[in-house]
């Protein structure tokens, strides 16, 4: 099938640029699909064991784009943020504040039938600019309806808490402090959730001890809700990615046994919202 040219006007600058910032994680690749009502992102690797869900409202980022009933949905593949970034920036330091422009896209029947794009032409007064995209099978797909039904399932959890930006920090700087300790023997550089079903507590530490953090239950002015349904011990190991992209005020963790993707598998969700959301495996650490 031949290409089309799906047209746009008014692409916010600032607000694209803060879109793309929440997908820059580790050089991993990503794709960024947009329908009429929603742009989203998924960044994660082939194994999904890490899951970034990033979404906005499409008239959020652009005045008016031409999509049409046949021309629905659209999928940008990059295998990494930098030259979408660089681009971007050529516009924010010339303080050019909207785009208009245009995507090249194809018909790709084998992704949900979507129309990938091959390239983005930006347009200003005085800079134009194109960026091209990936072909498909170089970047991992994730469908909305596996996401959604699937793996985005909070309603079986077994924690449910709250954590503020000052306490994934501080996981961080000990985390950190692990790395600095030299004793790659030991170390794993990942964090250690341990919960007490008898006594309902939770800390964070490290698998050697070298460092903990208690999740104080009785301190209101830090932490909000909190559920622990579990009824079993239980020592987890999270990765540290996960912490590294919490910038909210505050995120609802939830720990979840998913049995919805052919097996039983342990998740930790960052939720700030339905719409901005982390997801890592966990793996159980033995004592």
């Not at 099978?137 to 039904?149: G, I, N, R």
């Amino acid at each position: 099938m031949s290409s089309k040219l799906v047209k746009f006007k008014g692409l916010g600058v600032e607000k694209f640029v803060g879109f793309v910032g929440n997908i820059d994680i580790n050089a991993l690749p990503f794709s960024i699909e947009i329908k009429s009502d929603r742009v989203t992102s998924k960044v994660h690797p082939s194994t999904k064991t890490f899951v970034k869900y990033f979404s906005v409202q499409t008239d959020e980022l652009f005045e008016e784009i031409s999509l049409t009933d046949e021309v629905d949905y659209l999928r940008f593949n990059m295998v990494n943020v930098k030259k979408l970034k660089e681009g971007l920036n050529v516009y924010k330091q010339a303080d050019i504040k909207k785009l208009d422009g245009e995507f090249d896209v194809i018909y790709d029947e084998g992704n949900n039938k979507s129309w990938r794009i091959n390239h983005i032409k930006l347009k200003s007064k005085h800079v134009n600019l194109k960026i091209s995209g990936h072909e498909s099978h170089k970047v991992p797909f994730l469908p909305d309806e596996v996401w959604k039904d699937k793996l985005y399932d909070l309603s079986d959890y077994l924690l449910k808490f709250e954590i503020n930006t000052a306490f994934a920090k501080s996981t961080l700087k000990l985390i950190d402090f692990e790395k600095d300790s030299g004793d790659k023997a030991t170390s794993v550089h990942k964090s250690i959730l341990q919960y007490t079903a008898k006594d309902k507590t939770l800390l964070f530490k490290s698998k050697d001890d070298k460092w903990k953090i208690n999740y104080n239950l009785n301190d209101t002015s830090d932490y909000g809700e909190f559920d622990f349904k579990s009824n079993q011990d239980m020592l987890l190991a999270i990765q540290e990615i996960a912490f590294r992209l919490l910038n909210a005020p505050t995120y609802t963790v939830y720990l979840v046994n998913n049995t919805k993707m052919g097996k039983s598998m342990l998740l930790v969700f960052f939720v700030n919202n339905d719409n901005d959301v982390i997801m890592s495996s966990v793996a159980t650490v033995k004592r």
